[in-house]
């Protein structure tokens, strides 16, 4: 059965500093991999999605890498700021399965002025 | 906004109430999910529909009972909860339930039950 697991649970930064998040999952064989943000009260926005056969995907300040093989993913924040205050989801589309993705439980970003 | 509404946004209800989860999409997909996610737990996945068919049911206790008369609509049907199932519950939509699609997803509906 599939575990992601995301650590730091919460993480606090000052305006400005650049930032990696972390994902790890206990099944190599997945299909592809997302990032979401969660802010408070609302629902979950696509950051990136990374397909399988691809080892990163850029978007604007962040970028988001996957090393398959050894299930991590890191979610890179450059030049952070406090709109990026949020919680960001990462979640695993696991191959055999067409869209049951497996989520973990998120970090909780502040970004203080 | 992502194109997908959900009502209501907040609700309270007995155990012995029944009420229903509505959601709707307006970017012509036509998958849809529900989605719980409960405090300190992973958000998991309750029910896909694809094309207006129930083509995944994640073990959902009978108390939850989905219905998508359309691709544009997806209700769930709640009656005698328990307080565990008390959560927030999104809903999702996609293309077609492939693969490589990304899931737009609603605002949630925060569920409460006493």
């Known amino acids: 059965k599939q575990e992601v697991t995301q650590i730091p649970a919460a993480l606090s930064v000052p305006e400005g500093e650049n930032l990696v998040l972390n994902c790890s999952f206990t099944?190599?064989?997945?299909?592809?991999l997302q990032w979401f943000r969660q802010d408070p009260g609302k629902g979950l926005t696509s950051l990136l999605l990374?397909?399988?056969?691809?080892r990163e995907q850029t978007s604007g300040r962040l970028n988001a890498s996957l090393d398959k093989s050894s299930g991590r993913s890191t979610l890179y924040i450059a030049a952070s700021q406090p709109g990026d205050s949020a919680t960001y989801l990462c979640?695993?589309?696991?191959?055999?399965?067409?869209?049951?993705?497996?989520f973990g439980t998120g970090t909780r970003l502040q970004v203080t002025l | 906004e992502t194109g997908v509404t959900q009502t209501p946004r907040h609700l309270v209800m007995g155990m012995t109430n029944k009420k229903s989860l509505k959601c709707e999409q307006h970017?012509?997909?036509?998958?849809m999910y529900w989605y719980k996610q409960s405090a300190k737990k992973p958000l998991e996945l309750m029910f896909v529909?694809?094309?207006?068919?129930?083509?995944e049911n994640n073990s959902v206790p009978s108390r939850f009972s989905p219905e998508c008369p359309n691709s544009s609509h997806l209700f769930l049907h709640l009656h005698t909860l328990q307080p565990e199932d008390s959560a927030l519950y999104l809903c999702?939509?996609?293309?077609?339930?492939?693969?490589?699609?990304?899931?737009?997803f609603g605002p949630g509906t925060r569920l409460l039950v006493l």
């Open positions: 999702a939509s996609s293309q077609d339930g492939g693969r490589q699609e990304t899931q737009y």
């Open positions: 099944d190599s064989a997945i299909y592809n």
């Open positions: 990374i397909q399988s056969s691809q």
């Open positions: 979640a695993v589309l696991n191959t055999g399965t067409a869209s049951k993705l497996t």
């Open positions: 970017l012509g997909h036509n998958a």
């Open positions: 529909y694809n094309f207006k068919e129930q083509t």
